[in-house]
């Protein structure tokens, strides 16, 4: 199906009140130390909600997505930023990014939705893409943890009127199949370094998403890899959005 792109993504950042502070207190803080760099890769940007502000912490930035109507938006909003380019690909390839040219990958809110397959299909081209050293940050799906749950055992008559009543928390289309230990291990599989993993709950209590950190490392000895459970990250939006009413 088809989405409908009228708020440009932005009905994504309403529990930290607007993308302008899920931004500067969600997600900057956790990248900080990639930033500033050289070239930037985001995959699938949408209508460029996080391209935004990245585009202000490098030389250049590659935004690649899938979908023709998100690029073509990027493609307008960008107009302005010479060192935005801005590709359409098939939704995992990266060929049009040269070898080993990328400091630092991003990507939030897409990654959670993919099959195996493709997410290892982007890591695997991560390998090349990097250079020795660059980093990369990836919010990705940790649902497969649950999903042989006895919540998830309930048949949808049971769970959809305790979902509405917010007894019971819901998946938001979270790819079953994923995990953070599996991200984890596909990583180690194409020459890429976990450094840490932080669990976090989205829009319920269960963590069923991972904001992985990683970096490409030809070294044979790797550090342990941070794991990180927070299950108060929606508290944490919670009073970003606080704080950015008392400020207005």
């Given at each position: ?20 502070a ?11 130390d ?9 995959i ?38 010479p ?13 049009m ?32 893409k ?16 649950y ?8 048949p ?24 953070a ?5 596909l ?7 976990c ?10 209590r ?10 490409r ?28 009413r008392?400020?207005?």
């Open positions: 199906m088809k989405y409908d792109w009228q708020e440009a993504g932005e009905e994504w950042s309403v529990p930290w009140g607007s993308s302008a899920q931004w500067a207190g969600t997600i900057l803080p956790r990248i900080s990639c930033l500033p760099t050289g070239t930037i890769l985001e699938a940007p949408g209508f460029g909600r996080w391209t935004h502000y990245l585009k202000d912490y490098c030389d250049e930035l590659w935004a690649v997505d899938k979908s023709s109507e998100c690029i073509e938006a990027c493609i307008q909003r960008f107009a302005a930023a060192h935005v380019h801005c590709f359409l690909n098939d939704g995992r390839s990266l060929s990014v040269p070898d080993n040219s990328i400091d630092f990958v991003f990507s939030f809110d897409s990654f959670v939705h993919p099959n195996r397959d493709i997410v290892e299909a982007y890591l695997q081209e991560l390998r090349r990097l250079k020795v050293g660059g980093k990369g940050f990836i919010h990705h799906s940790n649902f497969g943890e999903v042989n749950s006895p919540r998830e055992r309930l949808d008559f049971v769970t959809k009127p305790l979902i509405k009543a917010k007894v019971l928390d819901w998946a938001h289309h979270r790819n079953p199949g994923m995990t230990a599996l991200f984890r291990a990583c180690a599989e194409h020459g890429l370094h450094i840490s993993q932080e669990l976090v709950n989205w829009r319920g269960r963590l069923i998403d991972c904001l992985s950190l990683f970096e490392s030809d070294s044979a000895q790797q550090t342990r890899t941070k794991i990180i459970r927070n299950p108060g990250f929606m508290r944490e939006a919670a009073r970003i959005r606080r704080a950015g008392k400020r207005s």
